[in-house]
């Protein structure tokens, strides 16, 4: 009997044949150097796959992924990930993509204790804090939902933006770009929401000077 992995192994061994009969160099081109020029920020959500639903082969996105694709400035991993592009890859752009139907935002929009999670999505109960009159007049559960996504995206671009390794890039080297963008998951379009350019001036609150 066949587990349900080995359907994984099986499956490497023939992507890995069909890239090698296209292009015998294949892996010892991308086994040299790494230098993708975007950093993606996206949901865990098996459904968005960076590569897949952008259309770009291995090598082209440096990509960080957790539950609601959440920016916060204590999450050692998010924080190493961000400076290792930024400062090691030197991305161009860093793109925050949220999707619709997301299970962290509804769960944030519930008041089901769902245990850690709690802490994790805790943040998104502060943008839908931030944005209530807008998000709260919306009639129809699934596009008040959408709406939060999206406000979601929006709000960890903005965080990115708080964090000294951006604000010392966009002083020192004019980038990265960063987005925000929304998937979605019954069309599998990619909805493009804002965008923060490298000579943007944020919120004095959030600047640092000595970078
Ligand atoms: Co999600």
Redesign the pocket.
């Known amino acids: 009997m066949q587990h349900s992995y080995e359907r994984l192994l099986t499956g490497n061994k023939a992507w890995a044949e069909d890239k090698l009969k296209n292009d015998p160099e294949y892996f010892s081109k991308l086994s040299g150097i790494q230098r993708p020029d975007f950093l993606w920020i996206g949901?865990?959500?098996s459904r968005?796959p960076a590569n897949e639903v952008t259309g770009t082969p291995p090598g082209e996105i440096f990509v960080h992924r957790n539950?609601?694709?959440i920016v916060v400035q204590t999450d050692l991993n998010l924080m190493s990930v961000l400076q290792y592009a930024v400062e090691v890859l030197e991305v161009k752009h860093v793109i925050v993509c949220?999707?619709y139907?997301?299970?962290?935002?509804l769960a944030a929009m519930g008041r089901n204790n769902l245990g850690i999670i709690n802490q994790w999505i805790s943040s998104i109960k502060d943008v839908h804090r931030l944005h209530r009159a807008e998000v709260d007049a919306i009639p129809d559960i699934e596009a008040r939902n959408d709406r939060m996504v999206e406000l979601n995206v929006c709000e960890q671009v903005n965080n990115l933006a708080k964090t000294a390794i951006i604000q010392s890039a966009w002083k020192h080297h004019k980038r990265p770009d960063i987005h925000g963008w929304a998937y979605g998951l019954k069309d599998g379009h990619i909805k493009t929401l804002c965008t923060i350019t490298a000579d943007t001036q944020i919120d004095p609150i959030f600047q640092y000077d000595n970078l």
Request: hydrophobic share 30%.
């Open positions: 949901c865990s959500d968005v539950v609601a694709n949220g999707h139907g997301c299970g962290g935002v």
